[in-house]
């Protein structure tokens, strides 16, 4: 009966031993973030171009997630002084629900990233994170397929130091979603995935895109509609005085874009709109030279007889087609290249044939005779 009442207790090598394992579990904890942080940093330095360091690591262990704060990737060179992209906070986690579809996936969100694009002082491309697999870097991170990407209070820049004047094109206060960038349904189309994006632009416009893609093919898979709308053209002067040789006194503007990519090639259209534009104002000339004055002159008969006079805009439309040849491009360096491409083109058209003085005489004739 005695030995019934006398209590279980640990022998002395259990009782070491449940100490030593919990001191164990502990230290782990403990150096677990500074581990992590000297893997990712080594992962951001593999590149040969760019290069990236981020600050301190927070692991929540229980929700299958960890946080890294203050990441950067800036290019070696040294030509351009902002980094490529810098973020405040990216949390890489478990995508909980994809588990009801069999799928161990996982899903990142950045909090405050931003984009810089920029040119060297010569004027070509420096920073634009071609040549770089950045979806297999991201990856590298995490040890499970990324499916899911939310953006919050982003921004994407445009930027040109060197020119006269200084360029910063960019769109602000962006929200980004992106689904099933690795197909864990096991959606059969041909087209998978979709990203949608909305934000701010210079001039106080929205922006708005939209696209479906198939992020596992081996050539650019996507088709891609974006849009901006309602800009304050005068916001814009900066980069029409540095690509154009002109300014504006006045209008609006917006932008239109549709473009496919199948199988090494692309095509689309890109559309423009100019409202209530004024080009060339007499009171804003008078401190400039005579060849600007000369320039802003024939840029503002140029518009001027272009424009649908009763509805006093000014439109056009463009085609935007081609191939990427023998280059070896991912599908998100395609995509930004092609819209950045095609925004340059819809603010700063170059013409593809001269026109001459007779031509336009003849079609100043054309336009004076009277309607039959």
Not at 7 to 12: G, L, M, V, Y
Not at 255 to 261: E, L, N, P, R, Y
């Amino acid at each position: 009966m005695e030995s019934r009442g006398r209590r279980w207790r640990p022998s002395p090598a259990v009782y070491w031993t449940a100490i030593i394992v919990a001191a164990v579990l502990i230290a782990g904890r403990l150096i677990m973030p500074v581990e992590v942080q000297r893997y990712v940093n080594g992962q951001l330095n593999r590149s040969k171009d760019y290069g990236g360091r981020i600050g301190n690591v927070h692991i929540q262990l229980w929700r299958g997630q960890y946080r890294i704060d203050n990441t950067a990737i800036f290019q070696r060179n040294g030509e351009v002084h902002t980094p490529l992209f810098n973020a405040d906070q990216i949390f890489l986690s478990v995508e909980w629900k994809e588990l009801f579809h069999g799928s161990v996936v996982g899903q990142v969100s950045l909090e405050r990233p931003r984009l810089n694009f920029a040119v060297t002082p010569t004027g070509q491309e420096a920073q634009n994170g071609k040549g770089e697999d950045w979806g297999q870097m991201l990856e590298s991170l995490f040890p499970f397929k990324l499916n899911r990407l939310q953006i919050n209070d982003g921004e994407i820049h445009f930027q040109n130091e060197h020119s006269t004047p200084p360029v910063d094109i960019y769109v602000s206060k962006c929200s980004v979603t992106a689904t099933n960038l690795t197909n864990s349904r096991q959606v059969h189309n041909e087209l998978p995935a979709g990203i949608t994006a909305h934000g701010t632009s210079l001039g106080g416009g929205n922006f708005d895109f939209h696209v479906q893609l198939n992020p596992m093919a081996a050539q650019p898979t996507f088709q891609v509609t974006a849009q901006i709308t309602n800009v304050n053209l005068p916001a814009l002067n900066d980069f029409l005085k540095a690509y154009g040789k002109f300014d504006v006194a006045s209008g609006e503007f917006a932008f239109f874009t549709s473009i496919a990519s199948k199988d090494g090639n692309f095509d689309g259209y890109g559309k423009v709109f100019f409202e209530k534009l004024k080009v060339f104002a007499w009171d804003k000339e008078r401190k400039k030279n005579i060849l600007e004055i000369f320039w802003q002159a024939v840029v503002g008969t140029v518009t001027t007889a272009l424009k649908n006079q009763p509805h006093d805009y000014l439109a056009a439309r463009f085609p935007i087609s081609g191939a990427y040849g023998k280059e070896k491009i991912g599908v998100w360096p395609a995509i930004v290249s092609l819209l950045r491409n095609a925004f340059i083109k819809a603010l700063v058209p170059k013409l593809d044939t001269p026109v001459t003085l007779r031509a336009f005489e003849d079609k100043e004739k054309n336009e004076e005779k009277p309607d039959k």
